[in-house]
């Protein structure tokens, strides 16, 4: 699905990522932990391809093709799909109108035709009482005003109308109260499938026990220092990161 | 010949009215005459400090006596409306592509020239009333070559069934022509209606058309107008609109600019009695080297009288465009309300805008509010909406869209809203798959 090689990036002539490897199969839950400033949403950015990162060094495939050559909306269209730490607002933009607008962008590019009104309206309400959201969402300017746990619920909204093959969640439990935690984690449950994947980046199990992931990947100063299955994300919680970097000097 | 002699040298060639009443005949040259005096405007005119006309002083046009132009062309260009439709080609009235059925009742739609020609008496009481020949250069410039126009009269507490459409047409020609046409609309006590002013051209028509229009909104009146400038991007527009509003009148403007390579609006409405309600609802976009100035002025004359305004700019390439809106207050004109908002996005580094909102507040008891932006496309909500899919000139374009959103969601008249959203906003869905959407949701 994804593999991420030896891949250094930096902004503004600092290099943040030195150096990653990743490789996620198809089904897999990865969930990647790390300090403040480790370079965890610089991976996300540069996988969806925000084009205020270079990219000095390395590759990236994505299901067979040179992502790094993809067009941000193309990486969209393609399936692989960001949840934004940080939501944007869009005024005056309908979120009803951006849904349908890229679930028909996703479909134009798989040479399908527009998906009919009637059968739009009934999946995106289908998938809004799944995320416990009420209709007027749909009309309400996308993330306008919106609360920080309810800009996360949009983002997985999003992400259940489009159905991505590989969701990267930065930080989607950031801000969330325990009953949004709950729905926000059975929202991701619900794309887990054989043949789509899921990467996601928290600093805390709590989101680990909700989704259970398959890898935990420890980020360090641009680099995965460590990777294992989900009890490695247990001993961070208990040991934080010190002893890695300990660890790997000695 | 060209500059102010060159223009008063056409007086000449301007087709007579039969047996010209000596009123307009004196008013002619009056116009004539001021024009002469004062001559076009530079930039040490305050009023045209942005707004350089040379390149009109400069032109010589002529002038055209005929309307004759294609029905299936002017079918494709025109909007598909149902409404009582008056056409004029280059000034010139067109009985034959305009259509007037169905008109009944205390309503009459005619060219000023039959007007003129049946009861001129009946005209003189408003022709000029607002709009006098000192107003401006350009019109003193129509006062002087009066001949046509359109006059439209709604009689009391007639709610006229579809929208008045006065569609002006200029044509591409080897030399350009000029049309001063002139528009009054008497809006009768009690009564509702829509006019449409349209304005449009076959690509590369370089004329100038200087329309001055006079709108008298009687007692507890309601007027919605339109005027829609979608003209080539060389011809010139300069135009004049002029409100008068009685008590308990509603007007509600909708000055919308798209074409032209100098368009040039002045609207100017008095609020002569209580609870007069003035709307003036202005987008203008700019691209190549396209100039748009809007100055605006409401003049609340008497207490509780109530103003609201919107003006919309977008702006790319070399465009410029300038606002210059005005709320004047007179003294003893207490609990007046009124709102003035202009906001503009730049969509390329070399457009430019120059804004000037104007308080002028004599009376004490009042709530009056203005503001001014002027801004970029948001670049983190144009990759959110890349990272969902959406191409770039989509997102750009539905969030140029929203930009426009405030003043575009109150156009009433889907086809003009379906124009505008078009040019400004370039490819994009259909507007109706999202109205397809909003009644699903709502079913
Ligand atoms: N424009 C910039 N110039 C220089 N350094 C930058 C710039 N933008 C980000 N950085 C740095 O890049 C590093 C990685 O940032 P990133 O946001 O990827 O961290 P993170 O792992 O997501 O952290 P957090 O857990 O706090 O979200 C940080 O040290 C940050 O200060
Ligand atoms: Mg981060």
């Known amino acids: 699905m994804l593999e991420i090689k030896d891949l250094h990036a930096s902004i503004d002539g600092t290099e943040i990522l030195k150096g990653i490897n990743l490789t996620i199969n198809p089904g897999e839950v990865h969930a990647i932990m790390g300090p403040n400033g480790a370079g965890k949403s610089t991976l996300s950015a540069v996988l969806a391809g925000n084009e205020g990162y270079e990219v000095t060094q390395g590759t990236i495939t994505f299901e067979g093709e040179d992502l790094l050559e993809m067009a941000v909306e193309d990486r969209a269209r393609a399936g692989l799909l960001m949840g934004f730490q940080y939501p944007v607002e869009i005024p005056g933009v309908k979120n009803v109108y951006l849904l349908k607008a890229a679930l028909n962008a996703q479909r134009e590019a798989r040479g399908e035709g527009e998906i009919p009104a009637p059968e739009f309206m009934k999946l995106v309400r289908e998938k809004l009482a799944y995320m416990k959201m009420d209709n007027s969402f749909l009309q309400r300017a996308v993330n306008e005003g919106f609360s920080g746990g309810e800009k996360k619920r949009n983002e997985i909204l999003q992400m259940l109308v489009l159905q991505p093959k590989l969701a990267l969640l930065d930080e989607i439990d950031s801000g969330l109260d325990i009953d949004a935690m709950k729905v926000v984690s059975q929202g991701v449950n619900s794309l887990r499938s054989e043949d789509r994947s899921i990467l996601m980046v928290t600093h805390y199990q709590r989101l680990l026990n909700h989704i259970e992931p398959d890898v935990v990947h420890i980020l360090m100063d641009g680099r995965v220092v460590k990777s294992g299955d989900k009890t490695l994300a247990t001993e961070v919680e208990d040991r934080g990161y010190d002893w890695l970097t300990e660890g790997s000097v000695a | 010949m060209t500059g102010v002699q060159g223009f008063l040298d056409q007086l000449g060639a301007r087709k007579q009215l039969d047996a010209e009443p000596s009123w307009i005949a004196a008013r002619r040259q009056a116009g004539a005459a001021r024009f002469e005096a004062v001559g076009f405007p530079n930039r040490k005119n305050e009023e045209w400090k942005y707004t350089d006309v040379s390149a009109i002083a400069k032109q010589q046009f002529a002038l055209t006596d005929n309307a004759d132009f294609d029905r299936a062309q002017l079918d494709a260009m025109m909007l598909e409306i149902d409404a009582y439709r008056m056409v004029f080609v280059d000034g010139v009235f067109s009985a034959e592509l305009s259509s007037l059925e169905g008109l009944e009742g205390d309503v009459s739609v005619e060219p000023l020239s039959q007007a003129l020609a049946s009861n001129h008496e009946a005209v003189g009481g408003a022709l000029g009333r607002l709009n006098n020949v000192d107003f401006s250069a350009f019109s003193a410039l129509n006062a002087a070559f009066t001949a046509e126009g359109a006059i439209v009269r709604i009689g009391r507490r007639v709610a006229l069934d579809k929208p008045v459409y006065l569609l ?84 509600r403007s909708f000055n919308l600019n798209l074409g032209g390579s100098i368009a040039r609006n002045d609207l100017v409405a008095e609020l002569n009695d209580e609870n007069a309600v003035c709307d003036y609802y202005g987008l203008f976009f700019g691209r190549g080297r396209q100039h748009m100035d809007n100055h605006t002025k409401v003049h609340h004359n008497a207490p509780r009288t109530y103003s609201n305004e919107n003006y919309k700019g977008i702006l790319d390439d070399r465009a410029r465009g300038v606002f210059n809106g005005l709320v004047h207050i007179k003294r003893d004109a207490q609990q007046v309300r009124g709102y003035q908002n202009n906001a503009n996005l730049l969509l390329s580094d070399r457009a430019e805008i120059d804004t000037k909102p104007e308080l002028l507040i004599y009376a004490d008891d009042v709530l009056c509010s203005h503001g001014t932006t002027t801004g970029q496309l948001d670049e983190r909500a144009v990759f959110a909406m890349r990272a969902r899919g959406l191409d770039e000139a989509m997102a750009r374009g539905l969030l140029t869209l929203a930009f426009a959103g405030e003043v575009l969601d109150s156009v009433n008249e889907p086809n003009i809203a379906l124009r505008v959203e078009r040019a400004v906003a370039g490819k994009l869905p259909d507007r109706f798959n999202l109205q397809d959407l909003v009644e699903a949701q709502d079913a």
């Open chain 2, 168 to 251: 002006f047409v200029s044509r591409k020609q080897d030399a350009p022509v000029m049309t001063h046409p002139r528009v009054i609309i008497e809006a009768g006590s009690q009564s509702e209606a829509t006019i449409i002013e349209h304005y449009i051209g076959e690509e590369g028509a370089a004329n100038l058309t200087n329309v001055v229009s006079e709108l008298f909104v009687e007692k507890a009146a309601h007027l919605v107008h339109y005027k829609l400038q979608e003209a080539s991007t060389q011809e010139f527009h300069i135009a004049s609109v002029h409100i008068e509003q009685a008590r308990d009148s509603h007007y």
